[in-house]
């Protein structure tokens, strides 16, 4: 596998976009650590061979700034209080289906 680009976005629907798109490729999804290379060994999520990301190591991999990385992470609580679960604790709990539907509410249907 292909490590991940390395592009910057600078809005949070941006971010959200990209990692949405990125787990097209489910194999691309990760729960636990931030983030693994093709191996399968930790990494940071800003490593230039990381294949794989969680919700968190996607934010970070993904945005220019951490303001932007909050304020999509604000975005997807927005959306994810009408249960009880934070963003993050959806992806590493509920799984692959449950955390994309989020990011697709989060984004309106425009993914």
Not at 36 to 47: C, I, Q, S
Not at 67 to 75: F, G, P, Q, Y
């Amino acid at each position: 596998m292909k490590p991940i680009h390395m592009r910057k976005y600078k809005t949070p629907e941006s971010v959200i976009r990209a990692i949405y798109r990125l787990w097209n490729d489910k194999r691309r999804w990760l729960q636990g650590p931030v983030a693994v290379t093709a191996e399968g060994r930790d990494t940071d999520p800003e490593d230039p061979t990381a294949c794989r990301v969680c919700l968190l190591g996607g934010l970070e991999r993904f945005t220019l700034t951490r303001e932007v990385a909050s304020c999509a992470l604000d975005l997807l609580w927005g959306v994810a209080c009408e249960g009880e679960l934070s963003p993050v604790a959806i992806n590493e709990e509920q799984g692959y289906a449950a955390i994309r539907k989020l990011m697709r509410k989060a984004l309106k249907g425009k993914v």
